[in-house]
Structure formats: C-alpha cells, structure tokens
C-alpha cells in the first residue's frame, strides 16, 4: 500500500490565521485612524455650533434691549404729543372765549411739535438697529443648526466606528465613512457660507 500523503494542517492554519489578523490589523488602523479623523473635525464643528448660538443669543439681547429703548422714545413722543394736545386745547380755549392765546401756548405747542420730530428719528433709528442686530442673529441661529447637525451627524460616524472595530465589519465601517463624509460636508457648507 502506498504510503499517505501527510498534510501538515497546523503549518496552513497558521499561516491563514496571520493573514486574517493581518487583514483585520489594517482593518483595525483603518478605522482608528479615520474615526480619529472624524472626531477632530467633530471637536471643531462644536466649538463652532457654541460660538454662534453665543454670539446669536448676544445679538438677540442687544435687539431686546434696543427694542426696549425704541419703545421707551415712542412713549416720549406720545408724552410729548399729550402736551401738545393740552396746549392745543388750552389754545382753542382761549379762541373760543374771544381772547388771543398768551404768546407761550404757540411757542409750546410748536417746541412740542419739533421735538416729538427728533424724538421720532431717535425711535427708528433704534428699531433698524434693533432689526439689523436681529436678523444678523437669526442668521447665526441658522448657522449653529447647521452646525450642530453636522455634529450629530459625526457623532453617528464615530460610533459606526466604534461598532465596525469591534465587529471588524468593513460595510459597517463603509457606513461610518460615508456618514463621516456627510456631516464633514455639511460643516464645510456651513463654514465657507
């Protein structure tokens, strides 16, 4: 009978063991490396989602408050217009008993007149104001959302990520990249905008 071939089985399932780790040891960099890339540019997302909704919420308290002034001018005006109500009745009293106002209640009523003018410039150059400082904010309302999707977009990459090391799932990791992709999009939109 002729001798059997001795096949030695250990030396090949060594051999493709090292092949799978060496496989899975790429694998593993691969997602290490661009997980760390994607939480980097994560970092800078936030930091740039806080600075905006800040400064938003600083222009918004500058508008509240010029609004605030502005109501406070319209309420002089009115002030003043009140009187010159009173002297324009205290004029036509005087007409309707047959006598000639006293110099005064002219002067009144005219000073009156030209200073609800003044007042009235003073009110809505506080509303533009008010309105300029309001729309610049909610301009960086709109900023920080897109900048906080973007972050919660990276946020679902990294742990894809974190799935993909341990499962050593290349398709789950091809899910991180392509989500690291599109929030990394989404950022760089916002950022250059």
Excluded: C
Aim: no cysteine.
């Amino acid at each position: 009978m002729p001798e059997e071939i001795e096949l030695n089985t250990e030396d090949v399932d060594e051999r493709v063991h090292e092949a799978v780790e060496r496989r899975a040891d790429w694998l593993l960099k691969a997602i290490a490396l661009t997980t760390a890339v994607l939480a980097t540019i994560a970092a800078v997302a936030a930091l740039r989602a806080g600075a905006t909704v800040n400064e938003a919420l600083m222009l918004k308290t500058e508008a509240a408050r010029l609004q605030s002034e502005a109501a406070d001018q319209w309420a002089y005006y009115q002030a003043k217009g009140i009187k010159s109500a009173v002297q324009e009745a205290s004029r036509a009293a005087w007409l309707a008993a047959g006598k000639e106002p006293p110099a005064n209640v002219d002067a009144a009523i005219k000073q009156f007149w030209n200073e609800q003018g003044e007042i009235e410039k003073i009110a809505r150059a506080k509303e533009r104001d008010r309105d300029v400082k309001s729309a610049e904010g909610d301009r960086l309302f709109d900023q920080h959302h897109r900048y906080a999707m973007s972050v919660a977009i990276f946020q679902m990459a990294i742990a894809l990520g974190a799935v993909a090391a341990l499962t050593r799932l290349r398709w789950v990791w091809i899910g991180s990249l392509i989500l690291g992709f599109g929030g990394t999009a989404i950022f760089l939109a916002t950022w250059l905008r």
